[in-house]
T-cell receptor, first 114, second 116 residues
């Protein structure tokens, strides 16, 4: 089946620094990828839709200047958390959907901001 | 706007018993898809089963079946013969379409615990 990878799996950073998370589709091309955030014991909340070659579409309430998304190729989307603060600590999950099939999720990135 | 509701925050079930996880949804779309995902403590999202809004038969995948009642807008997950490894969070989800650009929204989840 299709595989989506994320890197890093876990990151700890200081408050005020920026963190980049990569999402790759390993054996298929993904024109669209999705970024979710999951706080402890809560559900996945869609942050944005990443579109290859164009601007990302952000969900209401998500700051586009804080969560920068770049989808430069058909296999890679990146999420950069700029000037991270402790409240940004969360589990970030990306996914990609193959037409006609289900949505494939990456293993997630656990971000801890000190 | 689409909405997914899971009213059971937690459930305890004896091993080998069947369990039903409830899910209701709200949408004005005619074409949509319904999903169930399992999330163990590791955090990975594991796809379990899919039901299209135009599918007349309930979806089944091994021990998982989806009780789709379109008029009631419900899509309950039934796990037969539960196993200890079934203990996890379960999320019901919906997509307003079938294309790769159709986003998926999730319910709040149900934590299932299987007792030996």
């Amino acid at each position: 089946g299709a595989v989506v990878s994320q890197h890093p799996s876990r990151v700890i950073c200081k408050s005020g620094t920026s963190v980049k998370i990569e999402c790759r589709s390993l054996d298929f091309q993904a024109t669209t990828m999705f970024w979710y955030r999951q706080f402890p014991k809560q559900s996945l909340m869609l942050m944005a839709t990443s579109n290859e070659g164009s601007k990302a579409t952000y969900e209401q309430g998500v700051e586009k200047d804080k969560f920068l998304i770049n989808h430069a190729s058909l296999t890679l989307s990146t999420l950069t958390v700029t000037s991270a603060h402790p409240e940004d600590s969360s589990f970030y999950i990306c996914s990609a959907r193959v037409p006609g099939l289900d949505q494939f999720f990456g293993p997630g990135t656990r971000l801890t901001v000190l | 706007a689409q909405k997914i509701t899971q009213t059971q925050p937690g459930m305890f079930v004896q091993e080998k018993e069947a369990v039903t996880l409830d899910c209701t949804y709200d949408t004005s779309d005619q074409s949509y898809g319904l999903f169930w995902y399992k999330q163990p403590s590791s955090g990975e999202m594991i796809f379990l089963i899919y039901q299209g809004s135009y599918d007349e038969q309930n979806a089944t995948e091994g021990r998982y079946s989806l009780n789709f009642q379109k008029a009631r807008k419900s899509a309950n997950l039934v796990i037969s013969a539960s196993q200890l490894g079934d203990s996890a969070m379960y999320f019901c989800a919906m997509s307003p379409g079938y294309s790769s650009a159709s986003k998926i929204i999730f319910g709040s989840g149900t934590r299932l615990s299987i007792r030996p």
